[in-house]
């Protein structure tokens, strides 16, 4: 067992390195606002956007001085926040009405979109503030909270905290990555 998991650890950390160092030859081409624009787009729902992994090069470039780090750090969070900023106002504007009409076709019942209200209501700041760590949540996190008619005071504030919070330990991480 003990075995297993050193190979399946060493694979999985020689993977992260060529995936960290492909991302990080994007970022050098194009510079944070490669950052920005992927964590933008992966914030507002692209599930398959690499902004984690362009974040965690980033921050692996930044230690060895190539970006500026505040720079990325505030480019970093403004790009993920608006995402999800996006992402609610759409889900507010025509998530609840689509999903009323449109719902019973993708599993989204009357009685689940109740479900959901409620449960967002309890527990809405800290899907939030958390959901950034889960995938799809990340993703779809803001057009779940739209949708759902979650206060936007609430949202506003527990995105930016969750968005701080996220692009300190990815970021933070890379970073660390770039100190070894």
């Known amino acids: 067992m003990m075995q297993w998991l050193q190979h399946e650890g060493l694979a999985y950390l020689q993977e992260l390195h060529a995936t ?8 050098r081409q194009y ?13 507002a729902g692209v599930i398959f956007a690499p902004g984690e992994t362009f974040l965690i090069a980033a921050g692996f470039l930044a230690a060895q001085g190539t970006l500026n780090l505040e720079l990325l750090f505030l480019l970093a969070v403004a790009g993920t926040s608006l995402g999800w900023f996006f992402a609610y106002f759409l889900g507010e504007k025509i998530g609840i009405s689509w999903l009323r009409r449109h719902g019973k076709w993708i599993g989204v019942t009357p009685d689940r979109l109740l ?4 449960f967002l209501k309890k527990y809405g700041s800290v899907v939030v503030l958390f ?33 701080t919070a996220w692009v300190g330990f990815w970021g933070g991480a890379g970073y660390l990555l770039g100190l070894l």
């Open 20 to 27: 960290v160092q492909a991302g990080a030859g994007v970022i």
């Open 31 to 43: 510079g944070v606002w490669m950052v920005f624009g992927s964590l933008f787009i992966e914030s």
């Open 115 to 118: 479900k959901t209200h409620r």
């Open 131 to 163: 959901g950034r760590f889960v995938v799809p949540l990340r993703q779809l996190q803001g057009y779940i909270s739209g949708s759902a008619e979650s206060s936007f005071r609430d949202f506003y504030l527990w995105n930016l905290l969750g968005a």
